[in-house]
């Protein structure tokens, strides 16, 4: 009779184990989302309008700002620039010139994926509850505090963007899958009042996936390439 050992096996019905890194340790961004079986048919159908505030609040802190200026010429430009953006160089610059992730500048970018990732998850069905901006709910996020000068590369976040292509390119279609998996789990809650197991996994999955990617590609926190895995 053989004997299977080890810690890295689920309990019978629950999730998969998540992803390693190469060293055998658990990848250093991970999220998961509880399952709930019973669902608000309600706040599902008009979840498009429900999720505007809080979307306004999120773009407020990540997304473009512009403003109009008069050249010398007497014409107007249009400049805008992108906060993501600015909080990407940032990082970079910081890694690049001194080799340092400041634990306070880690904190902030862990506290706003965490958020980013709440909004996320109520608009694609994956909870009812509402975002918060403190609690984490029932979205549980987690980044990898890094030494920055025994794990990142001082010049890695300099190209990591682009060795992510592969990546960029298997997301672009399984994006597209989600898009479609859930307005599938949209009507699905509508009828029957519950998420199909295998919808939310999905969609689940492809947030997971992304996580990865933004966390080696933008948060730069580790030098660890992600895993192609929905888990």
């Given amino acids: 009779m053989s004997e299977t050992s080890g810690t890295n096996l689920p309990p019978p019905g629950g999730p998969p184990p998540p992803p390693v890194a190469a060293g055998g340790t658990p990848y250093a961004a991970r999220v998961d989302v509880d399952y709930v079986d019973d669902r608000n048919r309600v706040t599902v159908a008009f979840r498009i309008i429900l999720i505007i505030p809080i979307?306004?609040?999120?773009?407020?802190?990540?997304?473009?700002?512009?403003?109009?200026?008069?050249?010398?010429?007497?014409?107007?430009?249009?400049?805008?620039?992108?906060?993501?953006?600015a909080l990407f160089a940032a990082t970079l610059l910081m890694l690049l010139f001194r080799q340092r992730y400041p634990r306070w500048w880690f904190d902030f970018l862990l506290e706003l994926s965490r958020f980013a990732f709440r909004v996320g998850a109520y608009l694609v069905l994956l909870t009812d509850k509402y975002p918060s901006t403190v609690d984490a709910q029932d979205v549980e996020l987690e980044l990898d505090y890094p030494d920055a000068e025994r794990d990142i590369s001082r010049w890695m976040p300099l190209v990591k963007w682009f060795i992510l292509i592969p990546h960029y390119i298997v997301l672009f279609f399984l994006a597209i899958g989600a898009y479609f998996v859930v307005i599938f789990s949209w009507f699905a809650i509508l009828f029957t009042g519950r998420i199909p197991r295998g919808a939310f996994d999905y969609i689940l999955g492809v947030g997971r996936w992304g996580l990865r990617v933004h966390a080696y590609g933008f948060l730069l926190i580790t030098d660890e390439y992600p895993p192609f895995s929905l888990r």
Avoid: D, E
């Avoid at 473009?64 to 007497?74: D, F, K, L, P, R």
């Fill in 55 to 85: 979307a306004i609040i999120l773009n407020l802190l990540v997304g473009n700002i512009g403003t109009w200026v008069q050249t010398s010429g007497g014409s107007w430009v249009y400049i805008s620039a992108s906060i993501g953006g």
